[in-house]
């Protein structure tokens, strides 16, 4: 089985093969044709540069070898899937078997069909076309994935290896599990193995804490599968990868779901029946803005830390802030609980809103 990185540059050098082909044999047809009665080809023989045309042929012959491993690589893994394919993989398929049937066309008519031989520029704009499409349908997505940028920045990875070491790993274990190499593994267990039975969207779209994750990799080792089973060297790998992931995916279902709303204004907030204040803050009527010491609440801010870093990078939270009240924060804290199973307890609870808004008013 490829690696994500071999698959990802295969697939950009298939598309740079493409086009580069496609563009030498739209010159190349420029060049007119002379008769040849002795020739294979009733259309005659071209005039244009041996040179030129023996490297269209051997670009050819690599987009062809890229495509028989890509296929190798895809066809099985087709009949591996537990799960009805999403509408992306499906359209991907189709277009690799379209891009099959045309090069085999084209093949044909070179080697035993020269009649048709005028068809052969039009299959090659439709090869092309189809190329671009899987392309689309898959580069972008693996580009992302293997954008280690956000990932491995130095305060992301010290969370991982603080998030691993409370999961039960020794810190050289959590060392080992955040370098670049370990990382690249996790990532290729959850897009190799996981997706054989689920759809990465699924996985991807509810971010979840360091425990449950590991939790729920364990419990998709245990189950039988078609494909390749996780092993227990992969367990670490992909909850790693996952916990590492889990800020990025936060960000992105916070930016799909939440309104942007604007800080309001003096008239805007006396109409919400809130009082402003000189600073700019804004307190309910029969709540008065509260002034607290942040430097006295270490407790609280370390548990804060602790517990909304399984999910959240913690500078994020002052860009959350933005525009809000002290009064939004009861509020946010309990939507972690209810939609995203914040492993919080009331106590817990009260701390981390008590800091919130001495922090962020």
């Not at 040849?36 to 987009?63: E, M, Q, V």
């Not at 190499?181 to 689920?198: A, P």
Request: a negative charge; hydrophobic letters at 40%; glycine letters at 6%.
């Amino acid at each position: 089985m490829l690696s994500t990185t071999v698959s990802m540059w295969l697939g950009i050098c298939f598309v740079g093969i493409g086009i580069a082909a496609v563009i030498l044999q739209a010159w190349l047809w420029s060049f007119p044709m002379v008769p040849d009665p002795d020739g294979p080809d009733p259309n005659g023989k071209s005039t244009a540069p041996p040179f030129w045309t023996a490297a269209h042929r051997i670009l050819g012959l690599f987009f062809v070898l890229i495509y028989v491993v890509m296929m190798i690589e895809m066809v099985p893994r087709l009949w591996e899937y537990q799960i009805e394919l999403p509408a992306r993989t499906v359209m991907h398929a189709c277009m690799g078997i379209v891009i099959g049937v045309l090069l085999v066309v084209k093949i044909g008519i070179i080697r035993w069909f020269q009649h048709f031989g005028q068809s052969l520029p039009s299959i090659g704009l439709g090869i092309l076309i189809c190329t671009i499409i899987l392309a689309t349908l898959s580069i972008p997505f693996a580009l992302q994935a293997h954008d280690f940028g956000s990932l491995s920045n130095p305060d992301n990875l010290a969370r991982v290896k603080a998030k691993m070491a409370s999961l039960g790993y020794t810190t050289e274990e959590a060392e080992e599990l955040t370098s670049e190499r370990s990382l690249s593994m996790g990532r290729d267990v959850l897009t190799q193995k996981c997706k054989m039975c689920h759809d990465m969207r699924k996985v991807l779209n509810k971010p979840r804490t360091p425990e449950k994750w590991l939790k729920v990799v364990r419990s998709m080792a245990r189950k039988p599968t078609m494909g390749e089973p996780i092993t227990d060297d992969d367990i670490p790998r992909v909850t790693a990868y996952l916990v590492a992931i889990s800020p990025a995916l936060v960000q992105s279902k916070r930016e799909r779901t939440t309104p942007v709303t604007p800080p309001l204004g003096n008239e805007e907030a006396a109409k919400a029946g809130q009082t402003p204040t000189a600073s700019g803050e804004t307190a309910s009527d029969d709540q008065p803005s509260k002034k607290i010491d942040v430097e006295s609440l270490t407790k609280e801010k370390a548990l804060f830390e602790e517990r909304c870093s399984d999910c959240h990078e913690i500078d994020t939270v002052a860009e959350y802030a933005q525009g809000e009240t002290r009064e939004k924060w009861p509020v946010v804290v309990q939507q972690m609980i209810d939609d995203e199973e914040a492993e919080i307890s009331d106590e817990e609870r009260a701390k981390i809103i008590q800091y919130l808004e001495a922090r962020y008013p």
